[in-house]
């Protein structure tokens, strides 16, 4: 993956109304997730922003509220790509990967962010954009090459992560489909069920003519 990197400041006033003045001021409210898990009660001593919440069997999990520029984040969001993105926080460069966006459902500005730090010793589970190669033989005969996930989700530490996955489709055949469980990637685990279909070879109509004159010819 590509590195985006990020400036971000800690935010220590939440809540909606802050939030709302936060957006005013042109800044989006910020969750970075994935942080240490500690025992709880917590007795150690959290930086600006960070704080404890608690995920049972007396455990928490540190996570971080911030806030950063819209401006700051434009390319990372509206684009295709995925990135691997170098935050710096507290003076120090801390690696995350987006999580999620919530978008206004009218306006379809961004409301918040949640980012899941990573690092190179725990996989993570993210989205890769799917790019097909080669000329399947089902549309030399004359059929449609269709994509029906233009992303695959998948697990490994960030460094294997590629920034898409590339398929060959030379031999995927008129009418055939090409699913999850036929693919292989070293270094990385597919997470979508085994029989979605990631690209088909559809008939059309001129290729079911041209069967059916084919087979009335025998």
């Known amino acids: 993956m590509k590195t985006f990197q990020l ?5 220590t006033d939440l809540g909606k109304k802050a939030a709302r003045a936060l957006r005013a001021e042109g800044k989006i409210p910020v969750v970075l997730n994935g942080g240490e898990i500690i025992t709880l009660p917590y007795t150690g001593s959290l930086r600006e922003g960070e704080k404890v919440v608690e995920i049972g069997n007396g455990k928490g999990l540190i996570t971080t509220d911030l806030a950063v520029t819209a401006e700051s984040v434009r390319k990372l969001i509206y684009t295709p790509d995925i990135f691997a993105i170098e ?3 507290h003076g120090e460069k801390r690696m995350a990967v987006l999580k999620d966006i ?24 993210i989205e890769v954009p799917v790019k097909l190669e080669g000329h399947a033989e089902g549309v030399k005969a004359g059929g449609k090459l269709t994509l029906s996930m233009k992303k695959i989700r998948v697990k490994a530490i960030y460094t294997q992560i590629p920034e898409r996955v590339v398929i060959n489709v030379d031999n ?4 055939k489909t ?3 469980g036929e693919l292989h990637f ?7 069920a085994k029989n979605a ?10 290729a079911r003519g041209a069967a059916a004159a084919a087979a009335a010819g025998k």
Do not use: Y
């Open 186 to 192: 070293e270094g990385l685990e597919l997470m979508n």
């Open 102 to 125: 919530q978008f206004h459902p009218v306006k379809d500005s961004i409301l918040h962010i949640d980012l899941l730090e990573v690092s190179d010793k725990k996989p993570v589970a």
């Open 197 to 206: 279909v990631v690209c088909a070879v559809q008939l059309t109509r001129a």
């Open 7 to 11: 400036s971000a400041e800690p935010r």
């Open 172 to 175: 995927l055949g008129l009418g």
């Open 87 to 89: 935050l710096d926080l």
């Open 178 to 180: 090409l699913q999850i």
